[in-house]
């Protein structure tokens, strides 16, 4: 069982940064790793996501050239640096974690075996 727990969610003002941190409980090298959220009233959407085989990012196109995820092996540990925020961009973030999807599934919410509790974003305007 992985075990995932985000942090460094919190308030902020429009135009400011972020940087989220998910720590997994295993080595990650083997997963592929995500980053969803989920809007008061909304469902959960695709934020960004780094594939196993690659190391590769991929972005939702809402946050691409805003966003930019990527891991640190040795920590086993993901990040999510958020700039230029919007209050569009207020939601619960969720870590995610899978080791057999495919490319193609990658922003598929169901592909994604494990999640963590997720932690909250709220940018003012």
């Known amino acids: 069982q992985v075990q995932l727990v985000e942090s460094g969610g919190g308030l902020v003002q429009a135009g400011g940064s972020l940087r989220l941190s998910c720590v997994t409980s295993t080595s990650f090298r083997a997963y592929t790793m995500a980053w969803f959220r989920q809007a008061p009233g909304k469902e959960r959407e695709f934020v960004a996501a780094v594939f196993r085989n690659t190391g590769r990012g991929y972005y939702a196109d809402s946050v691409k050239g805003r966003f930019t995820v990527s891991k640190d092996n040795a920590k086993n540990t993901m990040y999510l640096q958020m700039n230029s925020l919007k209050p569009d961009d207020t939601a619960v973030y969720y870590c995610?974690?899978?080791?057999?999807?495919?490319?193609?599934?990658?922003?598929?919410?169901?592909?994604?075996?494990?999640w963590g509790q997720g932690t909250q974003v709220t940018v003012s305007s």
């Open positions: 995610a974690a899978d080791r057999s999807l495919i490319l193609s599934s990658i922003a598929t919410e169901g592909q994604y075996d494990y």
